[in-house]
């Protein structure tokens, strides 16, 4: 009864830490956007999308509006995005997305996470020409039929539309990404979730030993207070 038991208490341990990271990570990014376009939703479009995806995640209310809050009563003009760059272990390549107001701070803590986890922090461009960087929309296709709707996706800046288990999934340029979200909001489209993420052009297959390894740099890094996404080509 005791070995139940505790399994049970992890499980429940390890699935309120992964949700804790993503209201963390939608805070981060409630933040940045405050900062980008001001604090009503309404105008903020950026905003709005994403206090969509975190309600879409259960975030509750009360730290959706604590974030932004928190954005609107400080002086915001020191936070930026930085996206930071290395490898991993066997060769991994790693693409960090950060929030931070003290540059100096991340960089010292990437170099310490990356050299803990038996990586290294690379420079600007030594891995980013491995991904492209696409905006990623989803939404349920329901009764609407996908043949129709296809080239106004492509008018909104589509470049690929795929179809699983009923969720349409829309890539876009991330230079399109504003002008995909404006496009759907206006053909009464509800988004479940929309996204910038970096691509990678190949992926590498690693043994599960291997992986183990590169995903425990991962959580390294996520758990990073700096930290918002992390991205990486193992497949």
């Not at 929030?99 to 690379?122: E, P, Q």
């Not at 960087?133 to 800046?157: P, R, S, V, Y």
């Not at 599960?208 to 390894?213: D, F, S, T």
């Amino acid at each position: 009864m005791g070995r139940v038991f505790e399994k049970r208490k992890h499980k429940i341990f390890a699935r309120n830490s992964k949700l804790s990271k993503i209201f963390t990570r939608y805070s981060r990014e409630i933040f940045m956007s405050v900062k980008a376009g001001g604090p009503d939703p309404h105008y903020n479009s950026h905003l709005r999308q994403i206090i969509q995806n975190a309600k879409n995640f259960n975030t509750p209310k009360e730290v959706i509006d604590k974030a932004i809050k928190k954005a609107s009563d400080l002086d915001t003009s020191n936070y930026q995005e930085e996206i930071y760059e290395g490898y991993g272990p066997h060769g991994i390549a790693i693409l960090v997305k950060t929030a931070t107001d003290n540059t100096t701070r991340t960089v010292a803590n990437m170099r310490m996470h990356f050299n803990r986890g038996h990586g290294t922090l690379g420079t600007s461009g030594s891995v980013s020409f491995m991904f492209t960087c696409m905006g990623i929309f989803q939404f349920d296709l329901g009764e609407k039929n996908l043949d129709d709707l296809e080239l106004e996706l492509i008018d909104g800046g589509a470049e690929e539309i795929t179809l699983e288990d009923g969720t349409v999934f829309v890539y876009t340029s991330f230079e399109d990404f504003g002008k995909m979200q404006q496009h759907l909001e206006s053909l009464n489209i509800e988004i479940k979730n929309a996204d910038i993420q970096w691509l990678p052009n190949v992926q590498t297959e690693l043994t599960e030993e291997q992986a183990a390894e590169v995903e425990s740099l991962i959580e390294r890094l996520e758990d990073d207070e700096d930290v918002v996404d992390v991205f990486t080509n193992m497949k």
